[in-house]
């Protein structure tokens, strides 16, 4: 495993800690696969209008969704997606109170 890809999976693994939006972790899966949105998006059949709505936060994500991303970007887990939603969700409800 070359350091990039080493420092590309760490990134991904602090991506999921630290709690932010699903499009950082698709962006860096994005990256470690080697795949371009267009590509994502044709694999998962979504359009690239919906994936590029995922990455910028503007549609929420739903299960079946998460499964079909899993099934094409290898170093995104469908789960982590969803976890990492949830606490996003849970974040600004918090925060809005």
């Keep these: 495993m070359s350091d990039l890809t080493s ?31 267009a590509a994502l998006a044709e694999g998962a059949g979504l359009t690239a209008k ?6 910028t936060g503007k549609v929420p994500l739903s299960v079946d969704v998460a499964l079909r991303l899993e099934s094409v970007l290898p170093s995104v887990s469908a789960e982590d997606l ?6 996003e969700q849970v974040r600004e409800a918090k925060a809005a109170k």
């Design 7 to 37: 420092q590309l999976r760490a990134k991904v693994e602090q991506v999921r800690l630290s709690r932010i939006l699903v499009g950082e972790s698709i962006r860096c899966g994005l990256e470690i696969d080697g795949l371009s949105q």
């Design 82 to 87: 969803m976890v990492t939603q949830a606490r």
């Design 50 to 55: 919906h994936v590029s709505q995922l990455m």
